[in-house]
């Protein structure tokens, strides 16, 4: 015993030595004083601080270490080819074509899409040289074309130039973004807001930068596709309640509550995500009733009011303002710039600890160029003209009542679209006694809220339906009305949504015009569908 | 060869600001006062005096035209960012406002972008900064997350409020943890100060900061109320077209009458005009494609058209810092994805070779097709594509091409159509070639450009045309006006009336015809609308090419005198985007709050983790057209003392004076190498 630690003497006397210079060392770092100090200072508070700590150096190192582009190559599938093996499977490969080339019904399908010439508004002129009347362009507040609007863009235009130049961190953000932030924060009641440069990428921003993978997002079967794509990015557990039923959310609600409490799952952010006015149909929510559920089960709530935002209400606020709800209650509010204030982009509304969370981890925010700084600004003398002229709304709510009011009676046609919705929806009727009507066998039961595909989904003919609606729209323009197909991307979406012809109504329509309008697509479904039978 | 911009002979035709320009006595004196300011300024530098005669005649008041743009309350000139430093001779008259688009007439500080043929592309190194500068840098952020660990192990005791967001409460799950946030709160909340600065006004070659302060470190700013004018090195805006005078500009107002804000629906419903239509045909001439589609949102071209291409059972190979919206993209499409290390085309080739080997993971099934994605300028490194060896791999491993022009259109290649023509490969060899329009046109939006049944499929099948907001006319015409300039417009040209001097510039748009194999020369008339009417400099194109090469010159000036500075630089000469290698997180606020309080303030871009990797924090410059050679002398004058005061010249080559870099601008610009 005595005699090992002699021979073992020289040992330790290196080691000790070498420690002293590593010490030393380590002194001349500049800093490195306040650092040990630390480490001593905290060992002492907390021994297993310091091998935590020391662990996360380690595993810091390790991460930076490691290559990001690693090979899966000792995978438990790789097969070892030999170089020439290689190259022969190489020369053997034929890939696919990059995309299928067009049938001819979609080439003439994309080649019969209108266009514009000259400003857009309620009456444009189109290419083929006739002038209709439009309802296929959204314009519900009429503001297409204003003059006023336009000054304020070309005053902007010699101040800011076009473009941004830059994304919101690195000098993009201009003040005019900052005075529309405001504005419709403003406008809405809420307390702060966030600006996208295009709408249709907001939501399928906000979705992934508050929802991670093991989160719950409950969301509605009908959500439209820019929701869907935020669902399917966030990697979040999700499930379905029936499109607009407030008795299958409460129950998907309620399920998923038990299961938590059954599989004592920790508790997950959870969010209900569901639309204002639906993209799909027009169908429009109760959002009292969803404000109460998303208290009683604690969830957060998304709501996308693309279509609601500036078109319902008494002055355009949308849905809040409709059902006379706080506009704070909603966690989350996306709107659309572009649909209803004319100009480009999209926001959402929320806290200020919402919305900047969403300036530092929103993708779409992040990563891309703030919007034209006349953009910002068109849209809020938008904002300033919806505020000042409460007959804007109030025309636009007439128009819809007008255009119902002769749709609504017309028996080879169904509009699913609420009363007030100004995106009227409409779907060819299923002639006879369908067996969509009956209840089949296994109604009554719940739909499975994992599956996004209902108990019983409806059964359509896209195709054939399709093109008994583009024979309704044909005759229609021929009448000088222009109306649209909803577009859809089949194969692309969740579930298919039943074809429909889209009616955008506007403000700027007169009642005669409104009353024409309905008039000729009522003679041209009667003439196209009743031919049918 | 004479360029339009810069010195434009008396022309008897009205130009659009001469109209403009309200009080030219005013400005005159104010002229004045700026010019011997000047003047002082060049002989404290010990420079000659300039011995033009500075020009006060009214013709060439345009120079100093006294809109609020550019005489603003703020705007003394005292930095030198409103008027230039040495004043125009009597013949020299400059068309743009100098705070937009700077005055610079000398004919040697400019050079054409191109690669030089047969030779290998450049292989850009990344030199290691010198051990003690790793060491420490690891060193700052173990003491920055140590500190922080305090700060939140206190603070949650004593502040718990603070961390109300980040605790579960009320049966709610906190909308973000402490642990993600981290590095958010304790780290970079620190530098705040360097992002999202709010800004005025044109962000040309100066912007005009909105003066903020913080009293709460960080957590919440607020706005002084005053401005300050800054020398811009961060926009990208690297053609210079982010202005609000000029053809340009002129054109997009008329259009704005004629059209108005928005369209208002997708481009398959009630959206598209007859502007998209012709639009997406020039887009799809400048960059020698058959078709393109235009989209109104560069994040979302790239997230809306992949999805399109690939799905289940292809695979996309993706350069490794491809940018975020690429990787969005790539996500929401639902293939497979390989990852490559950064342009290293040994590694590309080695992974195709097994993913073409080994198949679709487990069942070994070939996969459906391969995309390749790549960036032809790569916005954090400054690193240009190996396209000609990209292209080498394409023809044998059979794999389809994107590339993602975003910087580089525009800002790269002789003619500025990007790498192709950087490195003169057949754009109809690529199969798709994708942009965006914010950055060199000065615009909004993207586009993609290929075959026309891949583009017509991408219209139907891609996301934008059914569900996004078709592009505003603005923007539109912007792009137009903007794209037609640097190609020029074919004839018939209405030069009748412009006769008197086209003799100069009729060369210059030979010369561009003449270079052109791949890329089919001018736009034709046809392709603007009717109502269209660009001044003569932008309809020959004379302009664009200036523009593109005092951009080529900038890029390779600053990047080549920032390493004989002894900084060290990484990417390409050729990159308008030269990031300056900073290592240590401190020195990113330091550098950049000195760069701001100069006399002349620089606005600079810091870019640290996650944006790079954790140890090379860096800052990134983007040059412009906009920029004169003066002012890049300021940026490396500026450089070369906070360098010195912050230790950042770490790079261990050659070294010379500031002085003999500004000297020798020209010949370290044209040096084949250095
Ligand atoms: C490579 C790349 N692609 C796409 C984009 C997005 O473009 P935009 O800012 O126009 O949305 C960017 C912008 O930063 C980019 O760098």
Redesign the pocket.
Known sequence: MDNSTRTLQPLFAFLAYSLNRVETTFYKIPGSHVVARYVKSSHQDDPGRTVLEILLVIFAIRTLLQSRTRSDSGGKHFIKFSEKEIDELVDEWTPEPLTQPLSAEEQTDLASIPVIVGTNGPKPKLQSGKQVLNLASYNFTGLAGNEVIKERAIETLRKYGLGSCG?PGFYGTIDVHMDLERDIADFLGAESVILY?QAFSTITSVIPAFAKRGDIIVADRGVNFAIQRGLYVSRSTIRWYDHNDLKSLEDVLESVQRETRKRKLPLTRRFIVTEGIFEKDGAMVDLPKIIELKHKYKYRLMLDESFSFGTVGRTGRGLTELYNVPATEVDMLMGSVANTLNASGGFCAGSSFIINHQRVNGPAFI???TGPALHATSASEGISILRNTPSILTTLHENVRTIRAILDRVDCITIPSHHASPMIHIHVRVPGPSTLQLPGPGAGKPSNPASVQPREPPVFDIEGEERLLQEIIDEAMAQGVWVTRARRLRGQEFVDARPSIRLSVSSAFTKKECEKAANVIKAAAIKVLGRRK | MPSPIALNPISPTKSMFKKRSSTPMASATSYLSAVSQADARARAHGAATPTATPALSLSSSVTSSSEDTVLDEYDNNSDGLTLPLVAPTSEQVFTTVHSEFGHCANESFRYTSSHRLGAPAQETEEPEPPYYIVLTTYLSYILLICIGHVRDFVGKRFHPSFYYHLMPHDGYAPLNSDFDSFYTRRLKTRIDECFSHPVTGVPGRTIMLLDRVSYDHNITSHLTGTKTRALNISSYNYLGFAQARGGCADAVEEGLRRYGVAVGGTRLEGGTSELHVAAEALVARFLGQEDSLISS???AT?STVIPALVGKGCLVISDELN?A?IRFGVRLSGASVRMFKHNDMESLENLLKEVISQGQPKTHRPWKKILIIV?GLY?MEGTLVNLPRVMELKKKYKFYLFI?E??SIGAIGPHGRGVADYFGINPREIDLLMG?F?KSFGA???YVAGNKSVIDRIRLRGHSGTYAESMGPPVIIQIVASMASIMGVASPLPLARHSSHTSASSVSTVGLLEATEHHPGPAPASALPSWMDLPIELRDGSEGLTRLRRLAFNSRYLSRGLKKLGFITYGHDDSPIVPLLLFHPGKMRMFHRMMKHRETPIVVVVVAYPATSLTTSRVRFCLSAAHTKDDVDIVLRACDEIGDLLDIKNYSGERWSIQRVIDSAVELVNAEDI
Request: net charge negative; glycine share 14%; proline share 5%.
């Open positions: 994304p440069s990563f891309s160029a | 949102m560069g994040f790239n940018h919206s960036e916005s993602d975003a910087h965006t914010t909004a939006g993207g």
